[in-house]
DNA sequence: ATGCAATGCTAAGTATGTCAAGCAATATAT
DNA sequence: ATATATTGCTTGACATACTTAGCATTGCAT
C-alpha cells in the first residue's frame, strides 16, 4: 500500500491516478514526455503525480489521457473541472434545431450575425 | 442585411464568435457575468470578445456554452485547445452544425432562407 | 440642460500553470 | 571502485489567465 494521503470521495486525486497509470504502464517520466511528444515536460508530471498542480491545462490532460489510453473526459472531472455542477451536460442533444449539414465557418458567422440583427430588430 | 465584415479566412476567431453569440442573445456583459454566477467577469468577457486572450480556461467555456446555449466542444476547438488537430478532424463537420438552440419556428425559417440565399450568391 | 445609471472597455495587480536547468540517489557497466 | 547514465524531483524564472477598480460614452429620465 502506498503512504496514506488526501482521500477524496469516490476515489483518488490527480496526482495519485496519474501515478498509477503511468505505473500501470511501467513508463518512465521521459518516456512519457517522449510519448506526448514534449507536450508534457518529465519536470512538470512529477509535480502534477504530486499534486502540486490543482489545473492543469486540458491540453495536457488530452495528452497523458492518449498516452495511457484513459479517457481525457474523466481525466477533466478528476482535476476538478465543472465540478460544481452536474457532471455529464445533456445540451448536445438539444442542438438538433437547425441541423443544417456541411455548413461552413463563414457560413455560420453570416448566419449568426443576421440572427443577432433579426433580432435587435424585434427588441422594440 | 447585416454588413460583410471580412476578416479571417476559414472562420472568425474566439472572440469574433463569442461576441456574435452574445449579440444573438441581445445580452449585455454584465448580465452574462450575472447569468454565469460571477464566473465570468464583464470584464474579462470583454477581453475575450477583443481577441486579448488566447486561452481562457474550459471552466469559462464551459459556462459561457451553458448561457449562449451553445457546444462547449466547439468553443474549446476555437480556443485552439487540441489544436494539432489528430483528434478533431472526424467531428469538424458534425459540429459546424448551426449550434444556437433557441430559435423560434420565424427564425429558422428566416436563417433557412438566407442561407439559402447566401449559397445562391455563391454559386454563380 | 442635468443628473444618473448602464454599457463597453482598459490598466494594473495577483495568482498560477509551465518550462529549463540542475541536483541527489540509484542503478549499470567497465 | 569509478565512471556514466537514468530516475524522480526541486527550484527559480517566465508567461499568461483572471480580478478589481475605474474611466469615457451613451442613453434615459426628470
Chains 1, 2 share one sequence.
Not at 482521500?7 to 512519457?32: D, I, N
Request: charged fraction near 25%; charge should be positive; aromatic fraction near 6%.
Amino acid at each position: 500500500m502506498p503512504p496514506t494521503e488526501k482521500k477524496q470521495p469516490g476515489g483518488s486525486t490527480l496526482g495519485e491516478h496519474l501515478s498509477l497509470l503511468r505505473a500501470a504502464t511501467g513508463l518512465t517520466l521521459r518516456q512519457v514526455e517522449e510519448a506526448t511528444d514534449k507536450e508534457v515536460s518529465n519536470a512538470y508530471l512529477s509535480q502534477l503525480e504530486k499534486d502540486k498542480i490543482s489545473k492543469p491545462s486540458p491540453n495536457i490532460l488530452h495528452a497523458l489521457a492518449g498516452v495511457y489510453k484513459t479517457s481525457y473526459e474523466d481525466l477533466m472531472e478528476r482535476a476538478g473541472y465543472f465540478g460544481s455542477g452536474l457532471s455529464s451536460n445533456k445540451r448536445r442533444a438539444q442542438v438538433a434545431t437547425f441541423a443544417v449539414e456541411n455548413l461552413t465557418p463563414e457560413e455560420e458567422n453570416a448566419l449568426l450575425k443576421y440572427l443577432a440583427f433579426i433580432r435587435e430588430q424585434r427588441r422594440k
